[in-house]
């Protein structure tokens, strides 16, 4: 596709279940991030994939948060065990190389609402 | 401290006007920052960069960086309505952009 895909637009779970959000980059791009933003803020950092490994976790609040990338392109954020303060929107961006040009090019994100 | 802070607004600008955005960061080791746009219900897209002292233009887009006292502003000239979004300062950190928490401007016809 021309832009980053993530799927799905909107989740909804209950206090206790798993989550899965998937994010697909645009094609050649080899640096992945993972962002989180609540209302009102801007996006926090949560983790970056250069490749198919994590170059950066330092951003995933607990172990409950985790993320891959097996392939090199498409990127899975996992969470267990959902919590209600992990409402947000999810936003995946992806870039050439990573942020040095700061140019990330941000998917529509996955809202996650847990009740 | 937050690593960098934006005044979360909002500002109301009248349209023709100079709208003016600020924002401080904490690092003195970062060398790049960003201004990104965010309309609502969006995702955040890059419209700036800068990376030396002073002042950097693109249309009616000027960034100014003070490394000195940790300053980036924004000023965008003659305002249009299609203007009005969330403007987030971001500075380039170790693999990452850090981002402010956004000013939200809003330009009145």
């Known amino acids: 596709g021309a832009g980053v895909s993530q799927t799905p637009s909107n989740k909804v779970t209950e206090k206790g279940k798993y989550v899965e959000l998937r994010c697909d980059p645009i094609?050649?791009?080899?640096?992945l991030y993972w962002y989180r933003q609540s209302l009102g803020q801007g996006p926090e950092f949560l983790i970056y994939f250069q490749g198919t490994g994590a170059a950066d976790d330092s951003g995933l609040p607990n172990d409950r948060f985790f993320a891959v990338r097996p392939e090199g392109s498409v990127s899975t954020l996992k969470i267990q065990r959902t919590e209600r303060g992990d409402s947000a929107v999810y936003l995946c961006?992806?870039?050439?190389?990573?942020?040095?040009?700061?140019?990330?090019?941000f998917g529509e994100g996955s809202r996650l609402t847990v009740l | 401290q937050k690593e960098v802070e934006q005044n979360s607004g909002p500002l109301s600008v009248p349209e023709g006007a100079i709208a003016s955005l600020n924002c401080t960061y904490s690092?003195?080791?970062?060398?790049?920052f960003f201004w990104y746009r965010q309309y609502s219900g969006k995702s955040p897209e890059l419209i700036m960069s800068?990376?030396?002292?002073g002042d950097k233009e693109d249309g009616r887009f000027t960034a100014q960086l003070n490394k000195a006292s940790q300053y980036v502003s924004l000023l965008i000239r003659d305002s249009q309505p299609s203007d009005s979004a969330t403007y987030l300062c971001?500075?380039?950190?170790?693999?990452?952009?850090?981002f402010g928490q956004g000013t939200r401007l809003t330009i009145n016809p």
């Open positions: 961006a992806s870039s050439w190389a990573g942020s040095n040009t700061g140019e990330l090019f």
């Open positions: 800068i990376y030396s002292n």
């Open positions: 094609s050649g791009h080899t640096a």
């Open positions: 690092d003195r080791g970062s060398q790049s």
């Open positions: 971001a500075f380039q950190g170790a693999q990452k952009l850090v």
